[in-house]
């Protein structure tokens, strides 16, 4: 069964602009999660889809959103990009909330 | 909101050692998890381990939920195992990682 696959692996943009990162879960999952992993903060949790409905958000500013299509694949988006929010973003992808969490290899977007 | 510790925050061992990772939370949780993750970022699920002992291979772990931590054993410590390790527990809704173990192997 193939892994959490996240596009794309790298990106560099400059401040101000936006960015959709996507994320396809394994097959048969339906819930898919998003952090943000930076040196200073650590691992942060952004926010949580479930049958294409969020159920959680993490305490980040209304520039980050993110949404689940009916295949579960899921996007977050992060508009007027600023130098602070160059960082690793993972994915996780279960069966269901509460369960067991795999993680993708991440998208690492540096912003210049 | 819930704390997660981690302890020791860093630890360098000759290969072939033993060592053992501690998670300590401050409130009751749905459930935890224990990761690896690698020089490249990618985060590798250890175990999914609410409460009791599981082993894989030469990494076990335990967690004591009403005492409210988790142990990580590394058995016969190999490069490979270098890396962060996190625990991770479910609070709630929120899924809170901790600042995790770096965790130098040295051949």
């Known amino acids: 069964k193939a892994g959490v696959t996240q596009t794309p692996r790298y990106l560099i943009k400059t401040r101000g602009q936006q960015v959709t990162l996507s994320c396809s879960p394994i097959s048969g999952h339906r819930s898919v999660s998003w952090y943000q992993q930076t040196p200073g903060q650590g691992l942060q949790f952004l926010f949580e889809?479930?049958?294409?409905?969020?159920?959680n958000k993490g305490n980040f500013p209304g520039r980050f959103s993110g949404r689940q299509f009916s295949n579960s694949r899921s996007e977050m988006n992060v508009s007027t990009l600023e130098l602070g929010d160059s960082a690793l973003y993972l994915c996780?992808?279960?069966?269901?909330?509460?369960?067991?969490?795999?993680f993708g290899p991440g998208t690492r977007l540096l912003v210049l | 909101g819930i704390q997660v510790e981690q302890s020791p925050p860093d630890l360098i061992l000759q290969e072939g050692a033993n060592s053992t990772l501690r998670c300590n939370f401050s409130?009751?949780?749905?459930?935890l998890q224990w990761f690896h993750q690698n020089p490249w970022g990618q985060l590798i699920n250890l175990f999914y381990i609410p409460s009791g002992t599981k082993q894989n291979g030469r990494l076990s772990a335990t967690t004591v939920a009403t005492e409210r931590y988790s142990l990580l054993y590394i058995s016969s410590s190999q490069t490979t195992d270098s890396g962060v390790y996190f625990c991770a527990v479910r609070y709630g809704q929120n899924f809170v990682f901790g600042p995790g173990t770096r965790l130098s192997v040295l051949p």
């Open positions: 996780a992808s279960s069966w269901a909330p509460q369960e067991t969490q795999y």
């Open positions: 409130d009751s949780v749905n459930n």
């Open positions: 889809y479930f049958s294409e409905t969020q159920r």
